[in-house]
């Protein structure tokens, strides 16, 4: 299961994996239409595929998508909590309350509704795997403010503390922080200026992305890490 699957990176990584032999439930809130374009492709490569709607910072929805992918294919094998949003202010003086729960809500807090949904299944199943994709901004505070650098640093907290708490049961749980990516989250304006701060001297085409995410899901021995994509932008 993919969360908000249906455009950008979340569509590359669904793509990636329906290649690597992977049955894919497409997330989507809002746009059914291209949630069922990546549902189409998947079934083009040969795959089984359903698109579920779900806003993942509720935790009813994110029950019942769980439900409704366990009832179609018969458990959960790999969850990508990738679906998240961009703030509109960044000055925390500028932030208003609704906002920051906002943001909070869908990057932090959806992957906790998901996580927590889906992990009863693997547990059943004796194992799984999880990646999480955070943000270059949760590793060293990224451009556009407080609310968006704490939710995916969060990310990466969760990621940690989940892997030490489910590596008995054979479940690993990793996570993935991009530099910019080149998807309609980001103004052309932003890639431009962002492109320039990298030292490769591009942003990322988001199947750079997903082939990290398969690169994380072969291997059964690597837990509790965060892969950083960002053409050098950041290096620790
Ligand atoms: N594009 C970048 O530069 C970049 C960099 C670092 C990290 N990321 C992260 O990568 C992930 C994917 O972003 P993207 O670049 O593909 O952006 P995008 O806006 O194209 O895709 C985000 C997807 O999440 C979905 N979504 C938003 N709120 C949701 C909700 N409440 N419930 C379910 N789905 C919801 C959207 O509908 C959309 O399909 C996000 O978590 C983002 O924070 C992106």
């Given amino acids: 299961m993919v969360t908000g699957s249906s455009r950008g990176i979340g569509r590359a990584i669904a793509l990636a994996l329906a290649n690597r032999g992977v049955h894919i439930a497409v997330n989507y809130v809002r746009n059914k239409v291209k949630a069922e374009g990546t549902v189409k492709e998947i079934r083009k490569i040969g795959r089984k595929s359903i698109a579920v709607k779900a806003d993942v910072s509720k935790s009813g929805d994110c029950k019942q998508m769980v439900r409704k992918v366990v009832d179609f294919f018969g458990g959960i094998n790999i969850l990508v909590n990738n679906a998240?949003?961009?703030p509109k202010h960044h000055k925390i003086t500028e932030?208003?309350?609704?906002e920051w729960n906002y943001i909070i809500n869908v990057n932090l807090k959806g992957v906790f509704n998901c996580t927590r949904e889906v992990v009863?299944?693997?547990l059943k199943n004796g194992g799984g795997k999880i990646i999480n994709i955070s943000s270059i901004a949760g590793k060293n505070g990224g451009t556009v403010g407080v609310a968006y650098a704490a939710s995916k640093a969060g990310v990466i907290g969760f990621t940690m503390a989940l892997a030490r708490e489910l590596a008995p049961h054979r479940?690993?749980?990793?996570?993935?922080?991009?530099?910019p990516v080149d998807t309609e989250m980001l103004t052309d304006e932003m890639k431009e200026k962002l492109k320039g701060l990298c030292p490769l001297r591009r942003i990322a085409k988001p199947i750079e992305v997903a082939e990290t995410v398969i690169f994380l899901l072969e291997n059964d021995y690597i837990t509790g890490e965060t892969?950083?994509?960002?053409g050098g932008r950041y290096m620790d």
């Fill in 84 to 86: 998240g949003v961009l």
């Fill in 95 to 98: 932030i208003p309350e609704d």
């Fill in 120 to 122: 009863k299944y693997m």
């Fill in 171 to 179: 479940i690993t749980v990793n996570a993935v922080a991009p530099g």
């Fill in 227 to 230: 892969i950083n994509v960002n």
